[in-house]
């Protein structure tokens, strides 16, 4: 597999410049991927320096780098602390996420999470898990899938989306990429019809992969493995994932709001180094469109 083509990693002087990476360091790369960051990182470590790095499709483990000072786990990053303590990890200096889908995934047609090939609507990261958008579209509650679209692919016509399938299904099950076409190309708007498909894939991957639920672990476990003035870079492509990245680093928490003591005093475990996200200029979107909607906050623990 040509790692090359199977993720362009974006943004990745800024990355490394916000990891401020220290040649015997420790470090976590909690998306490897095809290994881009990764290796840019290990690239500026000594021999005492070492990064982990964590993914959980098989693929991107068979493709992963050979190096005395990386690590490979075959892992969901919601269980870092689990697996940094199978390695004897405390503490580390630098956690890097990069939640975009890798070009390996929206182009492996058999995996189902793009629009434009047919394949069995599988869209799982890990092929071990059990939960496929098959299921999700034929075994969900209505009502679920409605909140799905409209949660997870902000659709404002969730509803009639959800009420559509739900009839479709009764027929027959909704087993494939064209199978969900026919029946959700009707309800889509002929001038943003890509962008509007894009939205229902959305929403179905995150809920296949529960996305968000993984992201809130990973935060608040990266306030347990980071020393202090260790530094969390996250990249994110969607205004959900965004959004709680902002809150918890500006709070600690998801909800954005600001904790304080009985004597009014905040109680902040990360300063936000990036008022505003970190967005790739116009050469790097010109070389790798996908990195048009990237966007980067990075916070250091206090």
């Keep these: 597999m040509n790692q090359e083509v199977y993720h362009i990693p974006a943004l990745l002087p800024q990355a490394l410049e916000a990891l401020d990476i220290k040649p015997d360091g420790i470090y976590v790369d909690a998306t490897y991927g095809g290994g881009g960051h990764s290796r840019a990182i290990v690239e500026r470590l000594s021999a005492a320096g070492h990064l982990y790095g964590f993914d959980q499709d098989e693929d991107a483990i068979a493709g992963a780098m050979d190096d005395a000072r990386f690590t490979m786990v075959y892992g969901n990053f919601g269980f870092l602390t689990n697996f940094l303590r199978y390695y004897g990890v405390e503490k580390v200096d630098g956690l890097l996420a990069d939640l975009g889908v890798s070009f390996h995934h929206f182009d492996d047609a058999e995996r189902g999470f793009s629009f434009r ?23 969900y509650p209505e009502e679920k899938l ?9 659709m404002p016509n969730a509803r009639r989306l959800a009420q559509t399938i739900a009839k479709a299904r009764a027929k027959a099950r909704i087993e494939t990429v064209n199978g969900l076409l026919d029946v959700v190309n009707p309800l889509t708007d002929p001038r943003r019809q890509k962008k509007e498909l894009a939205c229902i894939f959305q929403a179905l991957r995150i809920e296949v992969n529960d996305e968000l639920g993984v992201l809130r672990r990973l935060l608040e476990q990266s306030l347990r493995v980071l020393r202090p003035g260790g530094r969390l870079a996250i990249m ?26 009985i004597f009014g005093r905040a109680e902040l475990p990360l300063k936000l180094l990036n008022s505003k996200p970190i967005v790739a200029d116009e050469a790097e979107v010109a070389a790798n469109p996908r990195s048009r909607s990237a966007k980067l906050r990075v916070a250091v623990r206090l």
Excluded: P
Excluded at 146 to 154: Q, R, S, T, W
Excluded at 236 to 261: A, C, I, P, W
């Design 146 to 154: 409605a909140e799905i679209f409209k949660l997870y692919g902000e």
């Design 117 to 139: 090939s047919d394949a069995r609507l599988d869209m799982r990261m890990n092929r071990r898990g059990r939960l496929t958008a098959v299921e999700v579209l034929n075994d």
């Design 236 to 261: 994110t492509y969607h205004s959900l994932e965004d959004r709680l990245v902002k809150n918890f680093m500006r709070s600690g928490n998801f909800s954005g709001q600001v904790e304080k003591d």
